[in-house]
Every structure is written in C-alpha cells, then in structure tokens.
T-cell receptor, first 115, second 112 residues
Framework: EAGVVQSPRYKIIEKKQPVAFWCNPI?????LYWYLQNLGQGPELLIRYENEEAVDDSQLPKDRFSAERLKGVDSTLKIQPAELGDSAVYLC?????????????FGPGTRLLVL | GDSVTQMEGPVTLSEEAFLTINCTYTATGYPSLFWYVQYPGEGLQLLLK?????DKGSNKGFEATYRKETTSFHLEKGSVQVSDSAVYFC???????????FGSGTQLTVLP
C-alpha cells in the first residue's frame, strides 16, 4: 500500500514569492492534515480536512496561507507571499477517520527555505 | 489546553544500553497517547500507542505504559541498537481535539 505522498521534497524560494505544496493521502483515508514543523520542535496542526471540508483551520494564518482539497482526495497548501519565518518542514498526514484513537500516517514532508 | 512535555535531548547511548525517554502530558478527559519516530530524512512513523489507562503499547522492542495517575507515557527499550538512532516524539489526541499534540522531540544517538 502506498503511503502519503508529498511533493516537492525541498523548495528554496526568495521572500515575497508564492509557493505551493502538494499531498496525496493514503487511498480511502477521509481525513487529511497539514502540520508545520519548525526546527527542533514537534509538528503543529495548520488545518484538518474531513473529505473536502476544512473542519479545523483555526491555526492557519489566513492572511498568507490557503489550502484546498478538491474532490476530497489530494490537497494543496499555498503560501503567498512567503516570509523568512515560514522556513520549516510542512507535513501532510492522513487517517481513515477523524483521529482520536485512529493512527495518523505522515508523508516525508516538504522542507521549505525562504531566503 | 492540551500539552506534552518530553525529556530534553539529545540522548547518547552505547549499543545494548537501556533507554528511557520521559513523557508527561496535560489533557482533558481521557486522551489517546502515541510515540512517533522520525528517522533521518524520513517522515514520522507511528512506533506505538495506548488508548486507555494501564494499556501498554509495544513495537520493535519499545514499550510504553499509559499511567493516568502520573499522567505519563514513558518510552523504554531494554537494549538499543545503532539503527534506533532517530528523533522520538510523544503525542496525544484528546476528546474534543482531533489533531495530534506533540512534544518537542528527543534526539537519540546510539553509538556502536
């Protein structure tokens, strides 16, 4: 079974430029998560989707970040414009149902460097 | 709100040494508890989990017991290997919050 797929794995951009990350969850997983992981810290949730609906986006900085999950499968996270402080690893995860006792499966992440 | 406190690293051990990584939590209700591992260059992988008090999660020689009275979920392994070198994250989910709340991670290096 294929795991969570993310692309690109690495991205280097200049500040004020836009950037987008793509995630394809495990087949059949209804719930998709985007996390932000700063260096030396644990991941923090940005947004959670159940099917195509964003059910928790309270920690997404909406002035510059946006996300979509068309058709309830793959998802795109966008930053526009990027700032130096956005340099981090962006992780995508999926679970069969909303996680409580459910296991979340993580992709390898996209490492973003903003210069 | 929910929080997880992990033993700070880095931790360096010799092969076959005993490992303990401490984890305590604060949460409302009855959280589910997890240990995730992140090998260099890879994504987070679930190592083990426990969903109710006194449950013991185990995998690959690692164990952790859900202790509600001490709000702890310490990770242990009797004999570590070089291949266990990674960053270990303690995490929880609690009733109303669906997302994982992570600790800050503990870097483990095992020397041959």
């Amino acid at each position: 079974e294929a795991g969570v797929v993310q692309s690109p794995r690495y991205k280097i951009i200049e500040k004020k430029q836009p950037v987008a990350f793509w995630c394809n969850p495990i087949s059949g997983h209804n719930t998709l998560y985007w996390y932000l992981q700063n260096l030396g810290q644990g991941p923090e949730l940005l947004i959670r989707y159940e099917n195509e609906e964003a059910v928790d986006d309270s920690q997404l900085p909406k002035d510059r970040f946006s996300a979509e999950r068309l058709k309830g499968v793959d998802s795109t996270l966008k930053i526009q414009p990027a700032e130096l402080g956005d340099s981090a690893v962006y992780l995508c995860a999926s679970s069969l149902n909303p996680a409580g006792k459910e296991t979340q499966y993580f992709g390898p992440g996209t490492r973003l460097l903003v210069l | 709100g929910d929080s997880v406190t992990q033993m700070e690293g880095p931790v360096t051990l010799s092969e076959e040494a005993f490992l303990t990584i401490n984890c305590t939590y604060t949460a409302t209700g009855y959280p589910s508890l997890f240990w995730y591992v992140q090998y260099p260059g890879e994504g987070l992988q679930l190592l083990l989990k426990a969903t109710k008090a006194d449950d013991k999660g185990s995998n690959k020689g690692f164990e952790a017991t859900y202790r509600k009275e001490t709000t702890s979920f310490h990770l242990e392994k009797g004999s570590v290997q070089v291949s266990d070198s990674a960053v270990y994250f303690c995490a929880l989910t609690s009733g109303s919050a669906r997302q994982l709340t992570f600790g800050s991670g503990t870097q483990l290096t095992v020397l041959p």
